[in-house]
């Protein structure tokens, strides 16, 4: 089975696997930040702490080294299916474009993610 370049430095507390959940969040939010989407919903250096706490916590309960698939209903910024897709998993989101908006969902699948 094939395995996910540097998905074991995303388990356990060590300050070397908080480093890598750090930096491919920040790599993440610096791409988000660069899209059409960002000009109306910028993402805010006070949400950062918040988001690392969740994508850590995630991490903690997903199978190390294998690719897996996660799924995100709502897809808001597209933070985290950008961020697994960014870690070489397949991430798909899903949105209706009545509550949410067709822009979120172009967005997502311009920075790789799979949109329905």
Known sequence: METVP???LLRG???RER???TDTLREVIRGY???QLAREYPFFDHEFDRHLFLFDLGLKYLPAG??????DIGTGRGIC???FSRLGHRSIT???PVTGT?????AAAMAGVETH
Do not use: C, I, Q, Y
Not at 66 to 71: E, H, Q, R
Not at 102 to 106: I, Y
């Open 13 to 15: 507390s060590g300050m």
């Open 19 to 21: 480093h890598a959940t």
């Open 102 to 106: 067709n822009e979120a969902l172009n």
């Open 33 to 35: 930040n660069r899209s």
């Open 94 to 96: 899903l949105d209706f």
């Open 81 to 83: 299916p950008r961020f």
């Open 6 to 8: 540097g998905a074991a």
């Open 66 to 71: 294998v690719p897996f698939t996660v799924l």
